[in-house]
């Protein structure tokens, strides 16, 4: 009982640590999209814009590759 408690917990606790993380790229991802705008820098926005679309990527394949290893 104690160590499926132990692996709950450790599950919730990367399960925030993860989301923190993808919290943090997406406040990052979105300044830097809006400093390339007002600097017109181009360049930045398009960094920004393949940044989101590799996070949302990697987030969407994670939890389908989880959905579809658990079936």
């Known amino acids: 009982m104690a160590d499926d408690n132990n692996e709950k917990f450790k ?3 990367r399960r925030y640590l993860a989301w923190g993380i993808a919290g943090m ?8 999209a809006v400093w390339g705008t007002r600097t017109g820098q181009t360049e930045l926005v398009t960094l920004a814009g393949g940044g989101f679309l590799v996070e949302l990527g990697t987030v969407v394949g994670f939890y389908f590759g989880k959905k579809t290893s658990e079936e």
């Open 11 to 13: 599950l919730i606790t």
């Open 25 to 32: 790229a997406t406040l990052v991802l979105a300044f830097i």
